[in-house]
Antibody, heavy 117, light 110 residues
Framework: EVQLVESGGGLVQPGGSLRLSCAAS????????MHWVRQAPGKGLVWVSQ????????KYADSVKGRFTISRDNAKNTLYLQMNTLGAEDTAVYYC??????????WGQGTLVTVSS | QSALTQPPSASGSPGQSVTISCTGT?????????VSWYQQHPGKAPKLIIY???KRPSGVPDRFSGSKSGNTASLTVSGLQAEDEADYYC??????????FGTGTNVAVL
């Protein structure tokens, strides 16, 4: 059974940093593109970042470019999102998701990041 | 990276049908067969219900169907049931090669 379990969320002050993790199991982790998608409270889904199976190709939404870094450790079956210079606009539930073909067929349960003083 | 456009809300009585539109451009929706749809109940993660415009994953009832015409994709929920009350999002992974989501539609079962 495919499982994605996010962790690392919490309360952080504006300008602070946080690293999210997504532990994967039940599939060949290194064979799939992985994505981060976020959802601000009461708002819609927004794509944040993606990384290929080998970790050599990444892309970011304009709103996080230069502040967030996506990475993965295929030996640990874990996806990461390093978030720096956080602002109130980054407050959201962050989901990791597997891209199969051109759709997200599995999602984690999400981890809440709250940026507030 | 503009979001795809969906109506904010839709509703229907039990047993009726409701159709949700998802409008993009030729580079996000029109030129590709990569539209997917997700159902999200409050406090839960999104769930894939339609992929590649018309296909249903195993376990998704055939009450859910998808279609596309030009730059607009549509999701139809037939025979509405109480458990269909949720938010629905379209997505396309087309020519931009990044994920683009719709603005979301809240479906109410009256």
């Amino acid at each position: 059974e495919v499982q994605l379990v996010e962790s690392g969320g919490g309360l952080v002050q504006p300008g602070g940093s946080l690293r999210l993790s997504c532990a994967a199991s039940g599939f060949t982790f290194s064979g799939y593109w992985m994505h981060w998608v976020r959802q601000a409270p009461g708002k819609g889904l927004v794509w944040v970042s993606q990384i290929n199976g080998g970790g050599t190709s990444t892309k970011y939404a304009d709103s996080v470019k230069g502040r967030f870094t996506i990475s993965r450790d295929n030996a640990k079956n874990t996806l990461y999102l390093q978030m720096n210079t956080l602002g109130a606009e980054d407050t959201a539930v962050y989901y990791c998701a597997i891209l199969t073909g051109y759709y997200y067929d599995h999602w984690g349960q999400g981890t809440l990041v709250t940026v507030s003083s | 990276q503009s979001a795809l456009t969906q109506p904010p809300s839709a509703s229907g009585s039990p047993g009726q049908s409701v159709t949700i539109s998802c409008t993009g451009t030729s580079s996000t929706v029109g030129d590709y067969e990569y539209v997917s749809w997700y159902q999200q109940h409050p406090g839960k993660a999104p769930k894939l219900i339609i992929y590649e415009v018309t296909k249903r994953p195993s376990g998704v009832p055939d009450r859910f169907s998808g279609s596309k015409s030009g730059n607009t994709a549509s999701l139809t929920v037939s025979g509405l049931q109480a458990e269909d009350e949720a938010d629905y999002y379209c997505s396309s992974y087309g020519g931009t090669n990044i994920g683009v989501f719709g603005t979301g539609t809240n479906v109410a079962v009256l």
